[in-house]
């Protein structure tokens, strides 16, 4: 049995498939290749590809995605673990890959670009909300806020986004969910304790809260515990997360950051 081989049409289509799965394996270890770089990885490593068909030797093919790696990567001195970790990233992307564009084809009878793109769209949905979805966990913060006599636990979201400040001390702000809010204060609490206002701005608005200093703030994060005292607490109108996940998003400075 004989089979036609076009192997310039095979060296474009995995030109395609290399720039893809380079860039997805970045995506994976959050790195930051340079798109001619990618480029030219993925020339490399379908070039390498073509060689190996061309001559018999396909089962090669885990050394042509490694010379796609250090291409795009550069030829930079990085340790021996870093390297390690970024081609099995590659390889674990080539086989996700090649599993979601084989079931396209079985299932759906798509051609090779057609499930290439898709494939594609799939596994970078997948990887980026993946990779969000860590950023987001990694970023939680257990805290405990006390007002008077009132100690109220909660789950906090570090967000280095949040560079909230009180006007007249440069202060760091924090921002409290309203329903975090009632647990803490009372009905009137403006007269009681005093309050300040907190400009912000953020997308297409901008206003002010109303801020409580709170008598005391304890934050337990990445493994440290960070307590501060008298800290400047805002109010914020609206729900901070979808599923109150979030009672708190912190300042980074209330998190043992600056």
Avoid at 171 to 179: D, E
Wanted: charged fraction near 15%.
């Amino acid at each position: 049995m004989y089979y036609e081989f076009y192997a310039d049409q095979f060296f474009l289509e995995h030109v395609l498939t290399d720039c893809i799965l380079l860039s997805l394996s970045a995506l994976v270890t959050h790195q930051a290749f340079r798109l001619h770089r990618i480029v030219l990885g993925g020339v490399a490593g379908a070039f390498l590809m073509t060689v190996c068909v061309c001559i018999g030797w396909p089962d090669l093919w885990p050394l042509c995605m490694l010379s796609a790696l250090i291409c795009a990567a550069g030829m930079q001195r990085r340790p021996f673990r870093w390297w390690g970790a970024q081609f099995f990233a590659l390889i674990f992307v080539t086989f996700c890959f090649g599993g979601v564009l084989e079931a396209l084809n079985e299932w759906y009878g798509f051609p090779v670009l057609a499930g290439t793109a898709v494939a594609a769209g799939i596994l970078y949905q997948g990887f980026r909300r993946h990779s969000e979805q860590n950023g987001r966990a990694g970023s939680q913060a257990h805290v405990s806020v006390t007002v008077g006599e009132t100690t109220v636990q909660m789950t906090g979201l570090v967000d280095t986004g949040n560079q909230l400040t009180e006007p007249l001390t440069g202060r760091a702000v924090s921002i409290l969910s309203p329903g975090q809010a009632e647990k803490l204060l009372k009905g009137g609490w403006e007269q009681e304790r005093g309050m300040c206002l907190i400009p912000y701005h953020s997308i297409g608005k901008s206003g002010w809260m109303k801020a409580v200093i709170a008598d005391r703030m304890e934050t337990v994060y990445g493994g440290k515990t960070v307590v501060t005292e008298r800290p400047v607490l805002a109010v914020s109108a609206g729900t901070l997360s979808l599923k109150a996940t979030y009672g708190i998003i912190l300042h980074p400075a209330h998190a043992g950051g600056r």
